[in-house]
């Protein structure tokens, strides 16, 4: 997928990959193992030097339990409205593995309590 380069939103998209890396207690090695891609090439992607390719976002999406339009929108790619950022919380919430479905469903309603739905 060839796309136009912007730089605000692939900073943004590093700086999110890296708080989902670190959320899920991923290593830098371990991520770029499961996204195909060299350590150092993960870590130049999240300080927003490097325009990953869709495959590598949705290896990476795969990696960290989201679903690659997350990341596509992230890039720039896809457009993004307030509900789909909202959407994209609570994806994340329900896709943690290390939460109980009770927990999960405290973090919704505390969300959207917190953001006003």
């Known amino acids: 997928m060839s796309t136009p380069f912007n730089e605000e939103a692939i ?3 590093g700086r999110y990959i890296k708080a989902q890396r670190e959320i ?5 090695r371990h991520l770029a193992r499961m996204a195909e891609v060299s350590d ?10 490097y ?5 590598v976002l ?4 795969k990696g960290l339990n ?20 909202k959407c994209s919380v609570e994806d994340a919430i329900r896709h943690d593995d290390r939460l109980t479905e009770g927990q999960r469903s ?10 006003g739905d």
């Open 11 to 13: 900073d943004d998209l």
């Open 24 to 28: 899920a207690r991923l290593s830098v």
């Open 40 to 49: 150092s090439y993960l870590s130049q992607i999240e300080k927003g030097r």
């Open 51 to 55: 325009q990953p390719s869709a495959q």
């Open 58 to 61: 949705t290896n990476l999406a």
């Open 66 to 85: 989201l679903q690659p339009d997350v990341l596509f929108r992230m890039a720039g790619w896809l457009p993004t409205t307030p509900a789909e950022e």
């Open 106 to 115: 405290a973090l919704v309603q505390l969300y959207r309590t917190m953001v």
